[in-house]
């Protein structure tokens, strides 16, 4: 069975590498530039280890309690690099800031604060993606950032982490509506892209290089619109378990 599992997904990251280095060649960008990572939610040791064997190395948690048995059990896998993608409680930012080595998910400056304060200075600082909302949907965690006119508001959250000397912040993540039709998330992949060009150009220093859009259903399109890194689950590693 765990050779099975190995062989799927080794099959699975194959075909999506593929995808990536078609979709980024299309957009005229280097393939190379595209981190795919593997959102491990709900998902068995067996199919981890099975990830890593087969080349994976980013490896993506969304519940902070979920996460650290699976790394403590998992920490054979040394170059493993593991990300909270999911959103994260003031509680949980002391465990967040010792054990992860990005966050995907930042919004406020209380948790930002939190973080600093707990990320040990002998580690490197935690990078950390502003997440905003693209779409205006009240259900979605992030800054606003629905329109343009409140893109100020996330250049002064970009501007006030300067202050937090054990964060750096890489950039910006989303998380658009789920459509059937993924070309329906294309504008708000470009939205997001065109924010980071906007955040750049009104303040050089950020240096903001990352964006963090596009699952298992939209990746393509996203890594057309720009995205440096995917966030792939069921694709890579088949369905959660329940």
Not at 112 to 132: F, G, K, M, W, Y
Not at 191 to 197: D, G, S, V, Y
Request: with cysteine.
């Amino acid at each position: 069975m765990e050779k099975m599992i190995s062989e799927e997904i080794k099959k699975r990251y194959e075909a999506v590498c593929k995808q990536v280095k078609d979709a980024a060649l299309r957009a005229n960008r280097n393939p190379n530039d595209v981190t795919v990572l593997a959102v491990t939610k709900l998902q068995s040791i067996e199919k981890i280890k099975s990830a890593y064997d087969a080349g994976i190395r980013f490896f993506g948690e969304s519940y902070v309690e979920e996460a650290l048995p699976k790394m403590k059990t998992l920490s054979g896998m040394e170059s493993a690099r593991w990300e909270m993608v999911g959103h994260v409680q003031s509680r949980k930012a002391k465990l967040v800031a010792a054990s992860f080595s990005r966050l995907h998910s930042l919004s406020t400056i209380k948790l930002a604060r939190l973080l600093n304060r707990h990320r040990d200075t002998a580690l490197s600082p935690l990078e950390v993606l502003i997440q905003v909302n693209v779409s205006g949907e009240e259900s979605k965690q992030g800054v606003d950032a629905t329109k343009r006119e409140e893109w100020g508001n996330v250049l002064k959250f970009a501007q006030e982490l300067k202050d937090y000397p054990n964060l750096k912040l890489t950039g910006l993540m989303s998380m658009p509506p789920l459509f059937d039709d993924a070309e329906l998330n294309r504008s708000y992949f470009r939205q997001l892209r065109e924010l980071l060009h906007f955040l750049n150009a009104k303040d050089p220093s950020l240096k903001l290089h990352e964006l963090s859009m596009g699952t298992s259903y939209d990746f393509v399109v996203a890594i057309e619109e720009g995205a440096t890194i995917v966030r792939l689950g069921s694709i890579l590693l088949g369905e959660r378990q329940r």
